[in-house]
């Protein structure tokens, strides 16, 4: 295998003509650059160098050797200063996906501050929930993730770091001058005839599993994962609904009340990489504003 250093004593000797000379220019001993080249010739299986008295003439594979290594060594150069940039966060990409209302509250804080301390580095962002948001992670589709979970302990993130962030409690969701718009908490159970507004199947899943636990199962009237169309539904008058508090952070309840609802459920907000990525200078800058941002929340 041919090396960069046994390249650069190769340039420096025929730019010199002679192993002292080179070594003079390399700061290194002439043996040091007699071994170097004898290493070269090795590796590339045929002589270099033709030694006549105390001068130093190229072969026609050391002149062949000689006309790429400028470019080899100048390709080199500057791969280690993109490198060197990247790990001292003068540049680097990071690639970041969000579930919705992650992307109006925590995703918008944590970039800007990102901005702001290494402008070199650029983020790109894209929306997906879990578990889509997982797969795109473990595919190499992106390089953190921020996703939720219900209840902890589930075996699937084994693979991959977990950073927590928050914990954030669903509330209820009644319209203005509902008859429990006024109270100071509301029991699941007190909901149990009121036509709901809700989610996906898959993203009501939660919710059904707390009626039911509270003794019924919820009618729901009217499904859509869009959170503004949720509130402005209940603002209508036309349901009740439970959302994250971070979706009601990022959409203004025109019409509608927040109300605290018992018993408390939660989701845990994360945000997730796998481990050879954690070590990635902007991957880690980006994990450490995201837990700056959810303080802040």
């Known amino acids: 295998m041919i090396e960069a250093r046994h390249l650069r004593v190769l340039r420096a000797v025929a730019a010199t003509g002679s192993f002292s000379a080179a070594a003079r220019e390399l700061g290194c001993t002439q043996p040091a650059v007699s071994q170097q080249m004898k290493a070269l010739e090795s590796s590339a299986g ?93 595919e190499g589709d992106c390089d953190v993730a921020l996703a939720f979970r219900y209840g902890a302990g589930q075996a699937e993130w084994d693979d991959l770091i977990v950073r927590p962030l928050l914990a954030d409690r669903l509330v209820g969701l009644v319209p203005d001058g509902h008859r429990l718009a006024d109270a100071e908490s509301v029991g699941i159970a007190e909901l149990a005839e009121e036509s709901w507004i809700a989610g996906c199947p898959r993203c009501r899943r939660q919710l059904v599993e ?11 009237d009217f499904a859509t994962d869009d959170y503004p ?69």
């Open 46 to 138: 045929t002589p270099l160098l033709i030694r006549t008295g105390r001068e130093m003439r190229l072969t026609q594979a050391g002149e062949a050797l000689v006309r790429h290594a400028s470019g080899i060594l100048a390709g080199l150069t500057a791969a280690e200063e993109e490198v060197a940039a990247i790990a001292g966060l003068r540049a680097g990409r990071v690639r970041l996906v969000s579930f919705p209302s992650g992307s109006s509250t925590l995703v918008p804080t944590a970039l800007a501050a990102l901005r702001a301390a290494h402008p070199g580095t650029r983020v790109s962002l894209v929306e997906a929930e879990p578990p889509r948001s997982i797969e795109m992670l473990r």
């Open 229 to 297: 169309a949720v509130v402005g539904l209940v603002g209508a008058g036309l349901g009740v609904a439970v959302l994250p508090e971070l979706a009601i952070e990022s959409v203004r309840p025109k019409g509608a009340r927040t109300v605290v609802v018992e018993p408390a459920v939660e989701r845990e907000i994360v945000a997730l990489t796998l481990p050879d990525l954690a070590q990635v200078p902007a991957v880690a800058a980006t994990l450490d504003e995201l837990t700056r941002a959810a303080t802040r929340a």
């Open 210 to 220: 707390v009626c039911e636990e509270a003794g019924f199962t919820p009618r729901i």
